[in-house]
């Protein structure tokens, strides 16, 4: 049976973003100065617009999307929702599985969810430049995109590692017109810091966040954009998931369990938050349904970090925010899946998991290769390395079904394409990819530098 790909219309691309705010039980803590007081938005005008603040500390559960952002989803949006019925064969399970293909936009992934209306709403206020920073590339590429689209220059600091693992990603951002630099770089008091104290550190993104940051605080023409963990971000993304369960409709089916990988939190959330809404509206067919967000054992936030406020970035820049977190120094080894190296998640994903209400998993590196190298040979779509965490854990419950007999629905985000990972997978198959469990006394170790305030 050939797989089932669900489509939608144009007129089905959302009209608005849903807010998970608006239906979290316990509302999420504000960001905090070094003194300890909440930080209002007069204190982060100088590297943000005021309508994305607005929408940051917002608790409305509906926020408009502006025509001209409409206007430019719909060069890729809606994305298709597949069910994968090769794979079912594959593993033999009786679970169905489904998968929402973000591969398709321009970038290759999710990312200009998010890069789109912050490249818009920036140009808005008439800013003419952006400073920002990307792990593998991705979110670096969409703002690149997105700045060509709407008139701004773009300023890209690559996380180290991944600048030389993804050259093709560095290619993409130039084509649109960016400029790329290897972070830490001696451009900003906190690379020359970095470099200081390690002149070949491999970098991360909580280092390359302070480099963008100081840059965009220091030019009255440049803001700053960030591709995950910020609520704005949490917020565009949540298209994705409108629109899946709009497919899952046009079929009859609904899941039992959504997966999402989890860097910074903005993928999981776009899949995740619009059926947690249908959970807190009390719909019957979402009460039991389980949430999962898939990290790295390398770099295992949610399920080995402390929930604490700690700074979004390695130098201190940022306000403190409530979240999970390995400190703000923590330096993950260079994995392949870049977009997943980041000490701290999203305090709206932090908070859910902290109130139990959403799930989280680590898993290897070697098995998600693995799960993709399954994936591509079932499906014929090479995904991203980060999308390959979700793809494993999705396998390993349908392999749980086929134990038990359970014909669970699953779905997965599949939030980007591959082929600009090639090397990874070359990598993997020459058996030169390690597992790495982070220690737990290296952990400890950077939690001791956790920020004392007020």
Sequence with gaps: MPDTKILLEERDIPTHWY???ADMPNKPAPPLGPDGQPVGPDKLLAIFPM???????SGER????PEPVREAYRMWRPSPLFRAHRLERMLGTPAKIYYKHEGVSPAGSHKPNTAIPQAYYNKEAGIKRIATETGAGQWGSSMALAGKMFGLDVRVYMVKVS?????????MMHTWGAEVYASPTDMT??????????????????????EAVEEAASRPDTNYALGSVLNHVCLHQTIIGQEAKKQFEKVGDYPDMVFAACGGGSNFAGAAFPFFADKAAGEKRAQNIRLVAVEPTSCPTLTKGVFTYDYGDAS???PLMLMYTLGHDFMPPGIHAGGLRYHGDSTLVSHLLHDGLIEAIAVPQLATFEAGVQFA????IIAAPESCHAIRACIDEALRCKATGEPKTLFFNLSGHGHFDMASYDKYFAGELEDYVYP???????????????
């Design 163 to 171: 600048y030389d693992q993804k050259p093709f990603r560095r290619s």
């Design 377 to 380: 040979q079932a499906e014929g």
């Design 51 to 57: 309508s994305l603040l607005e929408q940051e500390m």
């Design 62 to 65: 509906w926020i408009p999307i």
């Design 189 to 210: 008091q906190a690379g020359r810091n970095v470099l200081a104290q390690d002149p070949n550190s491999p970098g991360s993104l909580g280092v390359a966040i302070s």
């Design 19 to 21: 807010n998970v705010v």
């Design 440 to 454: 737990e006394e290296a952990i400890h170790a950077a939690l001791e530098h956790l920020p004392k305030f007020g």
């Design 316 to 318: 201190g820049y940022t």
